[in-house]
């Protein structure tokens, strides 16, 4: 980079949306505002991007949306799940993209970008939705690192990877009996290394901040009481950036839950119970989004 220039921003937002709450009106409000709310964004990763009903069809609720109505998105789909990756058109040009999923319903989609005004500066995008630990036989980070090792002959300098990634990286799993095996943390690292130790060698940071708890909120009245145990204690959600791409941390988008009984206590609604104890009167999403600035320091292909 010539002396005196200044390294390119990106800005990038990713969150798991909750199907259901696209099929609430309220619900969907709510994520609009959140996202419009985020500023200015390069790209942005949305998880479970559909719900069931046409109003939650990606088309209809993004088309609400100041921020990802003036964006292009990419999106791939697997058995009843779609992920989209959007992508501020006017600074970056799309390349390669690969779609996949780790199991079926659990999607991910890689697609390179090269900025528009310097084409030789690239940054590839890699939304996921990674299976829980408990429901799948897969490696998910070996389905990664396979998934990079093809798109490039080299390894991408610039890699942002965002989405849920369940208990794959779910630093605190105090792996509960009988359910979980006792070492289920050791084993999710082993079924990750192939990327993070292998592909990256070490390279990929986590902007989220460590043990930064993003699901489960289960206000809504379809929700409260399905599980025995509490939910809001998951690290489910995370943004990790490679190479050239320096910053951070990341802050969480500034969800409020809608319909909540009284104001919440905090800007981003977060707790195991609504305020009061009392059911919400709205179907909200159970996950928490993250966006930050990345500064861009130009790599050749």
């Not at 989209?84 to 970056?92: L, M, P, R």
Request: include cysteine; charge should be negative.
């Amino acid at each position: 980079m010539a002396a005196g220039t200044v390294a390119p921003v990106v800005r990038v937002a990713s969150w798991n949306v909750y199907w259901a709450a696209l099929d609430d009106v309220h619900g969907r409000s709510a994520i609009v505002d959140t996202i419009d709310g985020a500023g200015p964004l390069d790209f942005m990763a949305v998880i479970e991007a559909e719900g069931d009903t046409p109003s939650g069809a990606l088309a209809s609720w993004t088309g609400k949306s100041r921020s990802l109505s003036a964006m292009r998105s990419l999106i791939t789909r697997s058995r009843y799940e779609s992920l989209a990756i959007f992508y501020d058109d006017s600074k970056w040009t799309p390349g390669q993209v690969v779609p996949g999923a780790f199991d079926a319903g659990r999607p991910f989609l890689l697609a390179e970008f090269s900025l528009r005004a310097q084409p030789n500066t690239t940054v590839w995008v890699f939304g996921v939705h990674l299976p829980h630990f408990l429901d799948t036989e897969v490696d998910p980070g070996t389905i990664m690192a396979g998934v990079l090792r093809n798109a490039s002959s080299t390894r991408p300098a610039n890699v942002i990877l965002a989405g849920d990634w369940n208990e794959f990286q779910w630093e605190d799993n105090p792996c509960p009996a009988p359910a979980y095996p006792p070492d289920c943390r050791a084993q999710a690292a082993r079924r990750m290394s192939a990327l993070w130790d292998l592909y990256f060698a070490g390279d990929a940071r986590d902007t989220v901040p460590s043990h930064s708890i993003s699901c489960c909120t289960k206000w809504a009245p379809a929700d409260r009481g399905t599980t025995s145990y509490t939910e809001w204690r998951f690290e489910y959600d995370h943004i990790f950036a490679t190479g050239g791409l320096v910053g951070g941390p990341a802050v969480e988008l500034p969800y409020a839950y809608p319909g909540v009984a009284q104001p919440c206590s905090d800007a981003a609604c977060t707790g195991e119970n609504p305020p009061a104890n009392v059911t919400a009167l709205y179907q909200g999403s159970w996950h928490r989004g993250w966006k930050l600035e990345l500064s861009l320091s130009p790599l050749s292909r």
